[in-house]
Structures are given as structure tokens and as C-alpha cells.
């Protein structure tokens, strides 16, 4: 089971971005993640007629490794290390390890 998933709110704890905090777009395969708003690149977008793209430079976020963010917990204000604990029915859940709340609510 994955720790850090699409749409999570992560804080990053490392690099020119600490402190920063924002919302998981996507995670990659290579075990990296790109956060809303958060390790922002420019790129040099090259005109395509034929797919309506328009040229210029545009931003958009780079990936970070997933080591360098924690999930973040609403209950403590920071960064949180994340479990995995099994339910009576057998359902997995993430859970925080400094309080043992729940991260899936669902």
C-alpha cells in the first residue's frame, strides 16, 4: 500500500522548497511526486498546430522524491510519518504515527 497518494496534502521537509506545503498531483514510478505549487520549472514549449499547443515558456511542477515530503496532519499542524493497520474486516488503512488517527476517512 502506498503512504502518499494523488490528492493527499503533503509538506516538503527538504531541499529549496521546505515548508512549503500543497497537494499531490501525481505520483511517479520512479518513487517521485509532483505537489501543486510546490519545486515550480520553466519549459520551453515549442509550438504544435496540429495538437492546439501554443509556444512559449510555460511552468509547471517538477518532481520531487517522495523522501523529501511528509503527509501532513491537520490535527498536530505538520508533517507526519505514515502506517499501515488492518482493520477487524480485514480493510487496510494509513494511519499517523504520532496520534494513530485515521488518514483515510472514507
Known amino acids: 500500500m502506498k503512504k502518499i497518494r494523488k490528492g493527499d496534502t503533503v ?8 515548508g512549503r506545503r500543497g497537494a499531490v498531483i501525481e505520483v511517479l514510478a520512479d518513487d517521485r511526486v509532483r505537489v501543486e505549487g ?3 520549472a520553466k519549459k520551453h514549449q515549442r ?3 496540429q495538437a492546439q499547443l501554443q509556444g512559449g515558456i510555460i511552468e509547471r511542477e ?3 522524491h517522495i523522501s523529501n515530503v511528509q503527509l501532513y496532519n491537520p490535527a498536530t499542524q505538520k508533517g507526519d510519518r505514515v ?21 483515510d476517512t472514507k
Open 83 to 103: 502506517g499501515v493497520k488492518t482493520l477487524d474486516g480485514g480493510r487496510k488503512v494509513r494511519v499517523f504515527k504520532s496520534n494513530d488517527e485515521m488518514v
Open 38 to 40: 510546490v519545486n515550480m
Open 47 to 49: 509550438p504544435n498546430p
Open 11 to 18: 509538506i516538503v521537509i527538504a531541499g529549496r522548497e521546505k
Open 62 to 64: 517538477a518532481p520531487l
